[in-house]
């Protein structure tokens, strides 16, 4: 990985048509430090790293994405992070490695329990979407019909069409979703 970090920094320093040495006063990074840097010689901070980054115009986390081509196509559950947590009631978890450049988007979402049987606001976007329940009851509507889904159960449509989820149970509700378009594809 240092060598990825230091070739990406000497690649945008150059493109900035900066310096070792002006990139080292913005820094307040020894010269030969950043040199060592560029050519995989050494290892940086973090907050090292930030002030490398800040002064290179980019988010530090432009230096520890992985490449698309260097990530595995396997992603074991233990590896598995939760993505995002939406009304504290849905977690997301991707189930890929790597979202950017594909056109699904698989995902497992659990969705904890409602306290009641609370009106659910319906939306609608473009693409489709896939649907299968792992464990408990989901409640699925789609253009205002109501199903109840069953482990086991799945629902195929197209995302145009009014619908949404929820969980009017006592326990929480896993799902397997896949979706187009995959809005992280690029």
């Known amino acids: 990985m240092k060598d990825d970090v230091g070739k990406k920094i000497k690649d945008l320093r150059n493109s900035r048509n900066l310096t070792l040495k002006e ?7 020894s010269i030969g430090f950043l040199s060592q840097l560029e050519r995989g010689l050494t290892t940086v901070a973090i907050d090292s790293l930030d002030k490398i980054a800040k002064a290179l115009q980019v988010n530090l986390s432009y230096f520890l994405e992985e490449k698309a081509s260097n990530r595995m196509p396997v992603l074991k559950e233990y590896e598995n992070e939760v993505f995002q947590i939406v009304n504290n009631q849905f977690i997301h978890y991707h189930l890929t490695n790597d979202g950017k ?4 988007l698989p995902r497992l979402i659990k969705i904890l329990p409602t306290k009641s049987e609370e009106e659910v606001t319906v939306y609608q976007h473009e693409g489709e979407e896939f649907v299968y329940v792992l464990e408990g009851i989901l409640t699925l509507f789609i253009d205002n019909q109501r199903y109840e889904l069953y482990p086991g159960d799945s629902a195929h449509y197209e995302s ?14 896993k799902i397997l ?7 992280f594809k690029d």
Do not use: Q, R
């Not at 450049?101 to 699904?104: F, Y």
């Not at 145009?160 to 509700?173: D, E, G, L, R």
């Not at 979703?177 to 809005?183: L, R, S, Y």
């Open 160 to 173: 145009t069409v009014v619908h949404n989820w929820a969980n009017y149970t006592n326990k929480m509700v």
């Open 177 to 183: 979703t896949v979706h187009t378009p995959n809005v």
């Open 101 to 104: 450049g594909k056109n699904l």
């Open 23 to 29: 990139l080292s006063f913005e820094t307040d990074l």
